[in-house]
């Protein structure tokens, strides 16, 4: 099957996505507009290219504050659900839960509760008119310390919103140890909220130990260390702990990846873990999921039913109820029959 033929039968099945951070997924025209509103001249091209001038993960993060210190009010949030519901739609996505990391926000003034009425106001937008569910986490975030961290956490539990699910903890994962966050964990875990948090992306093992053992997070965000360990590997396996692997974000970053066909998702699937599929950071990364599931079956030597299978478990790894897990499970069989129905020879 050639890419566009790929990209066509990908386009008629239903997904889920689980690894995917809001601020990201604002396109290059509306990261333009925001700089020419908060600047008031056009964004040069030198500074364009500066903006994704990073070849690791504190330098992209570095650039993810520089995006985020683009926006004036909290009405600029339109811009970017506008650009996340297109996402969404172009890849098919029906279900997603998104990332969002307050932390820069609340200190350039904005205010905790306006943005999440604009969220939601956003959320329940696509929904109607696309049909398509949104779920946010509040990352909490690593970068800024156990305090800041505790204060995000306090923020989210005073603004209770359907559509914000749970925490998640994203950020400079050297700097900002998982055994640091526990307190909030804990906290999360005990108001009934989902909790989870990225480890493995840019530390070795021991950070995704943390993370199941000290966090008890309920799915791991990247985890492509854990390959190093097999005692973990076991571990993820044995407790149906899914990872959310975003394999171009790992090559961008370069720690643990150098090259696509080298990425430990093949292993990691091969090993029996849970693995779910992301696009982390669309705009940073130029890709979306749809590319990521053509980089597994194109460079990894994914086969198609084992994309149908990941597929699959973008669903099963989310916190959808089982019943709408069930019912998107069976449209996602629907969809690949009735492909392979159509173009036999395709398969
Ligand atoms: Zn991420």
Same mark, same amino acid.
């Given at each position: 099957m050639n890419k566009k033929e790929f990209f066509s039968l990908l386009a008629s099945v239903p997904k889920a996505e689980l690894h995917i951070h809001i601020e990201a997924v604002i396109t290059m025209a509306s990261v333009k507009k925001l700089y020419k509103k908060r600047f008031g001249n056009a964004m040069s091209k030198e500074e364009e290219k500066s903006l994704f001038a990073y070849d690791d993960l504190p330098g992209f993060i570095a650039a993810f504050l520089k995006v985020q210190d683009l926006f004036t009010d909290v009405s600029d949030f339109d811009l970017v659900f506008d650009d996340f519901a297109k996402y969404l739609e172009k890849n098919n996505v029906r279900y997603c839960e998104a990332f969002f990391a307050p932390s820069a926000f609340v200190k350039k003034g904005f205010k905790y509760s306006d943005m999440v009425e604009n969220f939601s106001k956003n959320i329940k937008k696509i929904k109607k008119e696309k049909d398509i569910t949104i779920k946010l986490l509040v990352d @909490? #975030?690593? !970068? /800024?310390g156990l305090e800041n961290a505790e204060a995000n956490y306090k923020m989210f539990k005073e603004v209770p919103c359907e559509e914000i699910i749970g925490i998640g903890l994203g950020g400079n994962e050297v700097k900002g140890p998982? +055994? %640091?966050f526990g307190p909030v964990f804990v906290k999360a875990h005990a108001d009934g909220f989902h909790a989870v948090a990225h480890a $493995? =992306?840019? @530390? $070795?093992?021991e950070s995704v130990w943390d993370a199941v053992? &000290? %966090? +008890? #997070? =309920?799915? &791991? $965000?990247? $985890? &492509? !260390? #854990? &390959?190093?360990?097999p005692e973990l590997v076991e571990y993820l396996k044995a407790n149906k702990i899914p990872l959310e692997v975003c394999p171009t974000s790992n090559v961008f970053t370069?720690?643990? @990846?150098?090259a696509m066909n080298e990425h430990p998702v093949r292993q990691l699937y091969d090993a029996g873990v849970l693995i779910t599929i992301g696009s982390d950071d669309p705009v940073f990364f130029k890709t979306t999921v749809s590319d990521e599931y053509y980089n597994l079956y194109s460079? %990894?030597? /994914?086969t198609l039913s084992e994309i149908e299978d990941l597929i699959c478990n973008s669903f099963k790894a989310s916190f959808l109820a089982e019943t709408k897990k069930t019912a998107f499970i069976k449209e996602v069989h629907k969809a690949f029959k009735e492909y392979k129905a159509a173009q036999p020879e395709l398969f």
């Open positions: @909490v #975030s690593r !970068t /800024f998982c +055994n %640091l $493995g =992306e840019d @530390v $070795g093992p053992k &000290i %966090l +008890n #997070s =309920e799915r &791991i $965000g990247h $985890g &492509i !260390t #854990s &390959i190093q360990d370069k720690h643990y @990846v150098k460079e %990894l030597n /994914f």
